[in-house]
């Protein structure tokens, strides 16, 4: 998979009579990001600058250093193969991280 219009996974969404070419898996990977910076999930905590909205990056989001279960480990390795997925298909993923995450 290593072009714009490639999928890891089909998406059907009920009762939106959506064919996936695309829109239903991009909604998907969307939601799944929202779903990651909420407060929902132990694996991405606001950056002190959101926290304290102060300075740069005040949206931004890094991980969470206090997940250390089995269980966080393998939501992080599914994360992993997330941004894998969205780098080599050149699919950006609406993710709020810092700079320092990317350098």
């Not at 959506?18 to 898996?25: A, E, I, K, L, N």
């Not at 929202?34 to 991980?63: M, Q, V, Y």
């Not at 992080?76 to 995450?101: A, D, E, Q, W």
Request: with cysteine.
């Amino acid at each position: 998979m290593n072009g714009t219009d490639a999928q890891a996974w089909e998406v059907l969404l009920a009762g939106e009579g959506s064919m996936d070419v695309g829109g239903p898996f991009r909604e998907a990977l969307t939601n799944a990001c929202e779903e990651l910076e909420s407060d929902c999930l132990p694996l991405l905590i606001k950056t002190p600058n959101n926290r304290n909205d102060h300075g740069d990056s005040r949206d931004c989001f890094t991980l969470n250093p206090a997940s250390t279960t089995p269980t966080h480990q393998e939501m992080f390795t599914y994360l992993g193969y997330m941004l894998g997925f969205c780098i080599r298909t050149k699919s950006p993923l609406p993710f709020h991280l810092p700079s320092l995450f990317w350098k």
